[in-house]
């Protein structure tokens, strides 16, 4: 029996070194087609990225790639909607079955001109009749329609193939139909790419593989075979350390069994 448990001592010893000293596999992109940390360009097919940042959340590293684009960007707008222009409201009006053409229609800020004149009530009356304006001079009050009283709203007509300022832009009218006006302009857009860890990610029309070797740089390699030899290198190591751990735990149980044995009185 001591013969035998020192046998599976000796066999679990061996066990346990081998599975403390035996050193995991790492992945390392060898000769990477990049290595870049948050602030660095990245050229891909003749399209430049910028690495927007590097991050790490909940444990796993996040890379984000941005490009700023040139494009035509547009914008709709249905009949009697309202919009701002020139730092003023206006109302988009449309008419007929086949316009080529709509008109912005100033939208007065009744309120504001009321409030500042000093000889009118601040709100408009309702009669039958209408809606009218109270007005006081010279002790005497006078009811004004209100269609006489404001002034008649400015209006603007553009017609398809126009342009103004809209917002910073200057924008051409596109297209004019009974529903809607749409005006186009050339900006900017950003487009964003986010890379987690060992992934693969497709950049323009390469395909790469990402890897982080830490929480401030990224690695893109269009090795994908080799990262995944490495992959298979560390999937193997895993089987062969777990395969000397239940050896381990295997030859321990053995040897703590056969002392056990030898305390078991004999029947003879």
Known sequence: MAVYAALFLLVAGVAGVLTATAESPEIALENPDFEVSEGDPVEVDGETYTVAGISEEDSTVIGTLEQEETTELSETWTNGSTVSVDDREWTVEITGDDPSAFTLVEVL????????????????????????????????????????????????????GDSFEYDGETVTVDEVTSDQAVVVWEGTQTNTIEIEQDTTVTIGETEFIAHFPDASTMTLSTDIEGYEAQVAEIDQFEQYNSGLTRVLILSLFSVILLLSTTFIPSRY
């Open 109 to 160: 800020d009744r309120q504001a001109i009321l409030e500042s004149d000093d000889d009118a009530d601040n709100q408009t009356v309702e009669r039958d009749d209408g809606e009218y304006v109270a007005v006081t001079q010279g002790g005497e009050t006078t009811l004004v329609p209100a269609d006489e009283y404001f002034p008649a709203p400015e209006e603007r007509s553009y017609t398809t």
